[in-house]
């Protein structure tokens, strides 16, 4: 789908956000703190800015999308920005986003070889101060290791610093369980452990085979047990 963001000129860009992506859908019980912290600053009434930090599979732009559509939940309006793609288009037509309730820029690290776009993106952060828009950037590195316009980076790093820390080793079970539950992936239990003990222990390579052996499981018209899950696998 395409977003259409509430300016005078009406364009469509061409940035799709997911519906699925809610703070309830993502496994925080690592990470209470923050998804605690992002609450908050949709329910305040105080300016808030934030400067998010994970790997590039760590669930950062699952969780930026998410933060858009919490704020069309209590009726606010957000828009999702990935750089990524945007990147590759003029910067100035990001003129006038304050008008949003919440800017959420996800891959912020893309910039450090574009001094337009670094310059713009300051120039909306000035913006935003003045008109009450809250801010979430994403990036997979540390803001002060960016390559940055000095006032840009200055902004940056004095915003409120949140990171999305790897799920432990003791929680991939836990992780793994709730993640199929939210998907309403039908297995067997020992299907989980049975990749835990054969796979390596790393959430998104456990995720991912997770979804692979769901998306076989759809195909064949068969149950996810240890020996499709093997046989799939091995395949």
């Known amino acids: ?64 999308q998410a933060i858009c559509n919490e704020y069309k939940l209590i009726d606010k309006q957000a828009f999702y920005l990935p750089m990524k793609v945007a990147i590759n288009m003029e910067p100035d037509f990001i003129e006038n986003f304050d008008i949003y309730d919440a800017l959420c820029i996800d891959d912020v690290h893309l910039l450090h070889n574009h001094p337009k776009w670094q310059e713009m993106i300051f120039h909306l952060i000035n913006q935003s101060r003045e008109n009450e828009c809250n801010l979430y950037f994403g990036t997979e590195e540390s ?54 003990k054969r796979e390596k222990r790393e959430f998104q390579h456990l995720f991912s085979l997770l979804k692979h052996l769901d998306q076989a499981s759809a195909q064949q018209k068969r149950k996810i047990t240890i020996p499709f899950a093997k046989q799939t696998l091995l395949s």
């Open 1 to 64: 789908m395409n977003f259409i963001p509430m300016n005078p000129k009406q364009l469509i860009f061409p940035f799709a956000i997911d519906q699925y992506p809610r703070f309830d859908n993502f496994y925080h019980s690592h990470i209470q703190q923050l998804i605690y912290s992002l609450s908050r600053s949709l329910q305040e009434s105080t300016e808030s800015e934030f400067v998010i930090t994970g790997t590039e599979r760590s669930g950062k732009s699952f969780l930026l």
């Open 143 to 196: 803001i002060l290791e960016l390559d940055l316009l000095p006032d840009l980076s200055s902004r940056l790093s004095r915003m409120q610093s949140l990171q999305i820390l790897s799920v432990p080793d003791d929680k991939l079970k836990e992780a793994l369980t709730f993640c199929a539950a939210k998907l309403e992936i039908s297995l067997d239990h020992e299907v989980i452990d049975y990749l835990l």
